[in-house]
């Protein structure tokens, strides 16, 4: 399963993934803002932009094609709106590209625009979570201000989410074993409702006995962390790079 | 030089096309917004206010959740991953299947507070590991999927239902309960989408679609959560009196008002927004000789838009081509700023893919150097 | 100096009014390895979630001289610790350090003194080095070991197990074997699998239907292939060859 491939190669070791997960996250977000501000008049620019997380995911070794793969799977919805972009936006506009110019409409760079858009920001946060394991991840909010309830609920959810999803498969699968033509839309509806109530009784039951694990080793409402996490200069280098690089890209073609 | 595709290699393209775009769509009914149909600063508006709001809620909540809860709360978030597999074939709709979002049951069983909380854990989730949506769609989802559904889901089923409902009374209240609350957040997204103003789609077309799409999906979520709800009845009665013990206090009363209220704002905003605002910038009608009162109306409206688009085109990084605010109504299409753009532009993406490959053939050749690094740290 | 576990005249009924446990009279002393055995239902986990102050019965518990009420839980968790049947429910935090923290977390300690004793029971079980694992990238074996881990960095005086062997491949249920002999705290382990049982303990309570029927040693009660038969059970295969 893809998903769970992210979480093994958040495992892996590199530079990238021994930096501070706050780090990493500003980082990300302030890419993510610089990026998405680009007008829709800046198409070319997007490939600059694209070399950050490009270098990040070479730097850490996770697979390229395996990181766009994933990307194309979540794409369709903004596949389908900047598609749209061509049908809305006729504005005619003369594109020049090196040697070539080209007569089309406002709607196809913007539609390039958007695409591209998409590509490097989601690059970018494949790139932050591939290369910080989540319970890092969680620590990092939790020192920048997350809720400690949220913190608590994003841990277990992401402990047993595995696990349910898993059990999810098992009952599907139990399912096809048995069903072999489609119901009415009543029996569906009944059998649906009866497999999606039963993981519903197995997690409250599972909820049920994890909170006497707890009980029973103490719990008394309050979780408490240990102090772990340091920056280090690695940390203030990789952020200084990355402003250098977005300062530089503001000049690019402002200048020249 | 041409070369022709075999018959045989365009069918299997094509038939891999469409089991992709099925097997995508099948994921993407959920449809998170991403991040390039924000704006900046509705993205970080959007952000500050999820973040407010859940603040408010993890505050609130602490005196109602007890310590015992906790688990409770994370699996069933965890169950919501596994429920939103489990799909049906929809009744209309041959080769589709629906599946269930389960932001109400989960504002139902647990309470408004735990549940808002719970399924915004799994939008975080979803945009972190699985990559559904982005980061700074983060706040817009948050606010459309998690706490408006959660709240109004709850307060309508409440509306509707008692606590000792008939079979009947359930998949009624059930099904208004989840139509208005996944239309509430529904809504929101061309009204997210609008103020932005990166998108083209014209504001109604996009209100129109999600909202008819959306109605559906809130049926059908209907239907299923009210089954379950029976069915839990029927076989654990002991976790739905759970429920009505656990349950929030309101006045139906207040209810009513602040619903009335907030359906005369909406509808008034909507007709205000919608009105006010381009619907697109329609080049295309700007020569409608059946109506020759409408140019005016779009050149005065979208003189802002046009305005900041300028702005930017002419002091933006690398600008590709131009919108001349002053273009309306030409026919002919628009000079870009400097002939030497384009040779900018080339460079740009030539040399970054340049730099690209630099850096791919450096990493490779220190692994090589190294003999295979990157395996799983010893702990 | 009091006993481990001393319980007199215990009764406990489950919500729905069906009696789980039923006068359970018994008595264990510091040190000794005892095995729960019984056929699925007799109530094995019921009398050790008793212990362990779960349960509102009638009658008596006590654990170390203190009475295993709701208002001693914490105190009586920290003397008696519970390594329940399925690992995933006891691994709940992200990763295995978290989950082998929290017991000495919750009881108050130091920074320092956490972290050793956290150490320490992973070594014990064989698990350093792993510190940072999430428990869902640990096998089945690993996964009850490290369950295991978070009731030892506790460092409790009674350690009781439910059905500690089930599902784990011979190799695994022999480590875990020498593990458990390992360990110095009186254990009480409740058990389907009478060949773990005679390995480990010598002495064994049979339990029936909410009943204890016999107490004794190990080797007279699962040899005894009338009583086993009778109960549901089986006579352990080193018994057997005894009784040849």
């Known amino acids: ?256 | 030089m041409r070369t022709r595709l075999g018959r045989s290699g365009f069918y299997a393209g094509l038939v891999k096309l469409i089991v992709f775009i099925r097997a995508a769509s099948e994921r993407s009914l959920k449809m998170h917004m991403a991040n390039e149909l924000l704006s900046v600063p509705v993205a970080i508006g959007t952000l500050g206010t999820a973040a407010a709001g859940l603040g408010l809620i993890c505050h609130k909540a602490k005196s109602l959740i007890t310590s015992d809860r906790f688990a409770l709360m994370g699996i069933m978030g965890a169950f919501v991953f596994a429920a939103q597999m489990v799909n049906f074939q929809l009744p209309l709709m041959p080769g589709t299947s629906g599946h269930m979002v389960g932001a109400v049951l989960l504002a139902i069983i647990l309470g408004p507070y735990a549940g808002a909380i719970a399924i915004s854990s799994v939008v975080i989730i979803q945009c972190l590991v699985f990559q559904d949506g982005g980061l700074l769609a983060l706040g817009c989802n948050i606010i459309n999927m998690a706490l408006v559904p959660t709240f109004v889901g709850y307060w309508m089923y409440r509306l509707f239902v008692n606590a000792q409902p008939s079979q009947w009374r359930l998949y009624l209240g059930s099904i208004i309960a989840c139509v208005v609350a996944i239309l509430a957040g529904a809504v929101l997204v061309p009204i997210e989408a609008a103020v932005s103003g990166v998108l083209r789609v014209p504001f109604y077309t996009f209100l129109i679609t999600m909202v008819g799409v959306h109605i559906v999906i809130g049926i059908v979520e209907g239907l299923i959560t009210a089954a379950v709800l029976v069915y839990l009845r029927q076989v654990r009665p002991d976790i739905i009196a759970e429920c009505v013990v656990n349950s929030v206090r309101f006045s139906k009363g207040v209810l009513y008002m602040t619903l009335i209220t907030a359906a005369i704002i909406v509808g008034a905003g909507l007709s205000h927004l919608a009105s006010s605002l381009p619907d697109g910038l329609e080049w295309s009608y700007a020569e409608r000789p059946d109506e020759p009162d409408f140019e005016p109306i779009i050149s005065n409206e979208s003189h802002a838009v046009a305005a900041v688009e300028d702005f930017q085109s002419r002091y933006s990084a690398l600008p590709d081509y131009t919108i001349r605010a002053g273009a309306f109504g030409q026919s002919a299409p628009v000079e870009t700023v400097e002939a030497g753009a384009g040779w900018q532009s080339f460079a740009a993406v030539f040399g970054s893919g340049a730099t690209m490959g630099l850096i791919w053939l450096g990493a490779w050749a220190l692994r090589k150097k190294n003999g295979g690094q990157n395996a799983p740290r010893s702990n | 100096m009091a006993g481990a576990v001393e319980i007199e005249n215990f009764s406990y009924d489950y919500p729905d009014g069906t009696k789980a446990l039923v006068d359970i009279n018994l008595s264990i002393t510091h040190g000794e390895k005892v095995a729960l055995i019984g056929p699925n239902g007799a109530g094995k986990s019921t009398l050790l979630l008793a212990m362990s102050a779960f349960l509102k019965g009638t009658g008596k518990i006590s654990i170390d001289g203190i009475g295993a009420t709701a208002k001693n839980a914490k105190k009586i968790r920290s003397l008696l610790g519970l390594v329940m049947q399925n690992p995933d429910e006891q691994l709940f935090m992200p990763t295995l350090f978290d989950d082998v923290a929290f017991g000495p977390m919750n009881m108050g300690l130091d920074e320092g003194e956490v972290r050793s004793r956290t150490t320490d029971a992973l070594k014990t079980v064989g698990l350093e080095g792993m510190e940072r694992k999430p428990p869902h990238h640990l096998s089945g074996g690993q996964k009850r070991s490290a369950a295991i881990a978070t009731i030892l960095s506790m460092e409790p005086k009674i350690i009781t197990m439910d059905e500690p062997e089930a599902s784990l491949d011979p190799k695994t249920r022999n480590k875990l074997n020498r593990l458990l002999k390992s360990l110095s705290q009186t254990l009480i382990i409740a058990t389907c699998n009478m060949d773990f049982a005679a390995g480990l303990c010598e002495r064994a309570i049979l339990m029936d239907e909410g009943r204890i029927i016999a107490d004794g040693g190990a080797s007279k009660i699962m040899s005894d292939a009338k009583l086993m038969q009778t109960h549901g059970l089986e006579v352990a295969a080193v018994f057997s060859r005894i009784t040849h």
């Open chain 1, 1 to 256: 399963m893809h998903h769970a491939q992210i979480d093994r190669i958040s495992y892996q070791d590199s530079p990238i993934h021994r930096l501070d997960g706050r780090i990493k996250l500003a980082c990300v977000l302030i890419f993510s803002v610089f990026v998405i501000s680009l007008p829709a008049t800046s198409v070319s620019i997007l490939a600059c932009y694209a070399i950050w997380p490009f270098a990040v995911l070479v730097v850490a070794g996770v697979p390229i094609s395996f990181v766009l793969k994933h990307i194309l799977i979540v794409s369709p919805f903004i596949a389908v709106l900047a598609l749209s972009s061509l049908l809305y936006d006729k504005a005619p506009v003369i594109a020049t590209f090196g040697p070539w110019r080209w007569e089309t409409t406002a709607g196809v760079l913007r539609c390039f625009s958007i695409c591209g858009k998409f590509i490097i920001t989601m690059t970018a946060l494949v790139g932050l979570v591939a290369t910080t394991r989540f319970s890092d991840l969680l620590a990092a909010m939790a020192k920048l201000g997350v809720p400690h309830l949220l913190v608590v609920q994003l841990g277990f959810l992401y402990r047993y989410i595995f696990m349910l999803i898993d059990r999810g498969y098992h009952v599907l699968r139990a399912r096809a074993g048995r069903k072999f033509r489609n119901l009415g839309f009543a029996d569906e509806l009944k059998t649906t409702a009866a497999i999606a109530g039963s993981i519903f009784i197995g997690s409250i039951d599972l909820a049920g006995r994890v909170n006497m694990a707890m009980q029973g080793r103490g719990f008394d409402g309050r979780f408490h962390r240990l102090t772990e996490m340091r920056i280090a200069g690695a940390d203030y280098l990789f952020a200084a790079t990355l402003t250098l690089y977005l300062v530089a890209l503001q000049f690019l073609g402002r200048v020249f």
